[in-house]
């Protein structure tokens, strides 16, 4: 099946900082990539839809200000968190669907990242 | 978005078959039911698919009644690696790409 990547697959950071985390679909192209998030035992929260060549739709509650999302290419979305804080620790998921399959609406997900901030 | 409600947690021993149920009342015309299997600290995994009816793969199958207002994930004979969190998801299409919403998921224990 499609791999999508993800990088790094863990940081630890300083409070304040910004940290930017790469989505890639490796053997395909995305228009359209899915960021989550997801707390110690809990289930994942979709954050935002990054659209190629587009501005990302986020969620209720999720700002987008914090959390900037750029997808320029078809095969790459990153996610930044901006001036991170402690509350900002979580496992950050992205998900992407092979544009070209006809059939069904699987979605391939990365490996995550763990994000700690200190 | 259709919710979805699975139970909590399910323990089960090796080699027995195991069947996850899953609600969705108001699931739309155009929805999916998709499952998704994920493990500690790894991103979810795709497991099946369908529509209506019965679909079955390699790893296992899908129940969907006519009314499609719930579904159930049966896996056949599990072993200590099916220990995993188990995931059923309904979402709209609109846009041809399926905008998936979790729900809790239910944690399976599978013991020697």
């Known amino acids: 099946g499609a791999v999508v990547s993800q990088h790094p697959s863990r940081v630890i950071c300083k409070s304040g900082t910004s940290v930017k985390i790469e989505c890639r679909s490796l053997d395909f192209q995305a228009t359209t990539m899915f960021w989550y998030r997801q707390f110690p035992k809990k289930s994942l929260m979709l954050m935002a839809t990054?659209?190629?060549?587009?501005?990302?739709?986020?969620e209720q509650g999720v700002e987008k200000d914090k959390f900037l999302i750029n997808h320029a290419s078809l095969t790459l979305s990153t996610l930044t968190v901006t001036s991170a804080h402690p509350e900002d620790s979580s496992f950050y998921i992205c998900s992407a669907r092979d544009q070209t399959v006809a059939s069904g609406n699987e979605q391939f997900f990365g490996p995550g990242t763990r994000l700690t901030v200190l | 978005l259709a919710k979805t409600t699975q139970p909590i947690s399910m323990d089960s021993y090796e080699g027995q078959e195991v069947n996850i149920t899953c609600s969705h009342n108001?699931?739309?015309?155009?929805?999916?039911i998709t499952w998704y299997q994920q493990f500690p600290s790894q991103g979810p995994r795709f497991i099946i698919q369908g529509y209506k009816t019965k679909v079955t793969n390699e790893v296992a199958s899908l129940f969907i009644p006519a009314d499609r207002k719930s579904s159930t994930l049966s896996l056949p004979r599990v072993s200590l690696s099916d220990t995993a969190v188990y995931y059923c998801l309904v979402g709209e299409d609109d846009t041809g790409f399926q905008k998936l919403v979790f729900g809790t998921g239910t944690r399976l224990l599978v013991s020697p």
């Open positions: 990054s659209n190629e060549g587009s501005k990302a739709t986020y």
């Open positions: 108001n699931i739309a015309t155009n929805d999916y």
